[in-house]
């Protein structure tokens, strides 16, 4: 068994009154590839933004690359370096080119200068396939261009792993193909993934193991084959029925 | 009684040295008003108490009060907390930038509240820190979204800076009425002043309307 890059101990979080994740356990190893799923509201995407820091939680604990981020030392922005982030509706930069999208970060945090941090960053719009687009700004892109873009800025930060919110519910289905295809390339060289996804095709070729989660807790763990063929719990089953 | 268009030819470069008073008093009122405004629209916006409720206090305070008391304020009771005498144009620089920013703010407030959780979020994920994401981020996109809202602020500061007149400070306004206790030539005099703010507006306004109309085609925001 390879290292362990995340770990979630027992972490619960609260939203007020409502319970929007109970006593979650997972072990993510480097250069595995898991696929949250679930329904809507059961807590997929809190998860994730908790593995972050992007969003507080009140019990428990997420260690990543052997880093706490409730221990008291811990920086968050130093951490967060480590872990890209892609989200449902890209969320580019507006007023920045796609060029200026990714070297952002690179340049402010990592204090590299602009002309290596503009090869850097042509370097992975040529690696998501769209190396013409780099002085284009995202008004002027189309969705599955945009999250593309959006996948080499987090990339550009040369990230230890990576989690991907819903990234393609937001898109046409024939530009789903384009973020997924990017998406199974850097599964298969290594990168360490979690993705909140309902995209069974992906989750076949790639994922490591599925989670399904129901009102923020993991009901179902397995990998594809046994998600698939042999649902344990009924939401898991209704909730097949639903999306194939 | 006729119009006498020759008082106006005849002071004219007394009352355009009072128009570059008005000028100078507005550029600086508005430099400092919006760039105070940026930081009042993220207290505005701060999860931390402490910064949260001095900062919506002062807004709340200032936004209540009538700009000429601020002034007469500034002008007469600050220089006994300071110690020293300001000069009319001093205090009436400090008094707008103060007042000015509390709407420059709640201007800043709305365009940060109009940029969603997780294009913050994105900034945050590459490990940017808080200041980064203000200056690169969620600032530059709130000016943006904000603009004919700041530039229909601007031209309320430029009109507002006539309220100086009472402190004695020799800007437009104030010029204008020396001319007419000269001359008593009040038609003349205060319809002259009133079509230089109006153009100076007018055009203002119309630089507003082409950035609103601009962002929108280009759709950028």
Redesign the interface.
């Known amino acids: 068994m390879s290292e362990v890059m995340i770990e979630i101990d027992n972490l619960s979080k609260w939203f007020g009154d409502f319970k929007a994740l109970s006593n979650i356990n997972e072990t993510v190893r480097k250069g595995q590839t898991i696929v949250l799923c679930g329904p809507s509201g059961s807590g997929k995407s809190t998860l994730l933004?908790c593995i972050?820091g992007?969003e507080p939680f009140q019990e428990g604990d997420v260690i990543v690359d052997g880093t706490s981020l409730t221990a008291r030392k811990t920086n968050l922005?130093?951490l967060?370096?480590k872990?890209?982030?892609v989200?449902?509706?890209f969320?580019?930069?507006?007023?920045m080119t796609a060029l200026e999208n990714i070297t952002?970060?690179p340049r402010?945090?990592r204090n590299l200068p602009r002309k290596e941090a503009d090869e850097k960053a042509k370097q992975l719009l040529e690696r998501v396939g769209i190396p013409e687009k780099a002085h284009n700004?995202p008004?002027s892109l189309s969705g599955g261009q945009q999250q593309r873009v959006?996948i080499a800025?987090?990339l550009?930060?040369e990230p230890k792993a990576m989690?991907f919110d819903e990234p393609t519910s937001a898109l046409d289905p024939e530009m789903i193909k384009e973020v997924l295809e990017v998406m199974i390339n850097l599964a298969k060289e290594g990168m360490t993934m979690v993705c909140v996804t309902h995209e069974m095709g992906f989750a076949r070729e790639v994922a490591d193991e599925i989670i399904f989660m129901d009102e923020g807790k993991i009901v179902e763990r397995g990998s594809y084959e046994e998600f698939f063929n042999n649902p344990q719990s009924d939401r898991a089953r209704d909730f097949l029925e639903h999306i194939l | 009684m006729s119009f006498d268009y020759q008082v106006i030819v005849e002071y004219l470069p007394f009352l355009l040295g009072g128009l570059v008073v008005t000028f100078k008093l507005a550029g600086l009122a508005l430099a400092g008003g919006i760039s105070l405004g940026m930081l009042v629209g993220l207290g505005r916006i701060s999860d931390k108490n402490w910064i949260y409720y001095p900062v919506s206090a002062y807004v709340n305070f200032l936004r209540n009060i009538p700009l000429i008391i601020i002034i007469f304020w500034v002008y007469f009771i600050l220089p006994i907390i300071v110690g020293r005498n300001l000069n009319p144009f001093t205090s009436a620089v400090i008094a707008f930038i103060i007042f000015e920013a509390t709407y420059f703010g709640e201007i800043f407030r709305a365009g940060y509240q109009s940029i969603s959780k997780d294009m913050v979020g994105s900034a945050y994920a590459t490990g940017l820190t808080y200041w980064q994401v203000a200056r690169y981020v969620t600032i530059p996109i709130a000016f943006r979204r904000m603009l004919p809202s700041l530039i229909t602020q601007s031209i309320i500061t430029f009109q507002d800076t006539s309220l100086a007149f009472v402190i004695g400070l020799h800007e437009f306004v104030t010029r204008g009425n020396i001319v007419n206790n000269l001359e008593y030539r009040s038609i003349e005099i205060y319809s002259f002043v009133a079509v230089v703010f109006l153009v100076l507006c007018y055009v203002g306004s119309r630089i507003s309307l082409h950035f609103e109309t601009k962002y929108r085609r280009a759709n950028v925001l």
């Open positions: 933004r972050n992007l922005n130093t967060r370096q872990i890209g982030m989200f449902q509706r969320e580019l930069y507006p007023h952002l970060a402010k945090v700004y008004a959006a800025r987090a550009a930060m989690l």
